[in-house]
């Protein structure tokens, strides 16, 4: 049975940081890619960035290039969501996806596993 199980969210205030932690179980994901989406009330689930275990690559959305950074460790299974120099826009539910790597990494709907997601909430 697949599990992803994150950890890390919390209240922060504008500017603060917060590390997100995805641990995956049930299977062997060396060729899948991992990511985080969000999706904040009446929004829709949004992509925020990826990583391929393959090959090491990450993917940023324009709105958290500079601030986020997502990273793997395998030895752990475990993929990471660091955030700095965060807004009150970047408050939402995070939830961690796994998929077989397709390339279109930034589509919901190529992830096959997700998640119970982990509240991000940004005070100004």
């Known amino acids: 049975q697949v599990q992803l199980v994150e950890s890390g969210g919390g209240l922060v205030q504008a500017g603060g940081s917060l590390r997100l932690s995805c641990v995956a179980s049930g299977r062997t994901f060396s060729s899948y890619a991992m990511a985080w989406f969000r999706q904040a009330p009446g929004e829709e689930r949004e992509f925020v960035a990826a990583?391929?275990?393959?090959?090491?690559?990450?993917y940023n959305a324009d709105s958290v290039k500079g601030r986020f950074t997502i990273s793997g460790d395998s030895a752990k299974n475990t993929v990471y969501l660091q955030m700095n120099s965060l807004k009150p826009e970047d408050t939402a539910v995070y939830y961690c996806a796994a998929g077989p790597y397709s390339g279109n990494y930034y589509r919901p709907g190529e992830y096959q596993y997700w998640g119970q997601g982990t509240q991000v909430t940004v005070s100004s």
């Open positions: 990583h391929t275990w393959t090959g090491g690559s990450t």
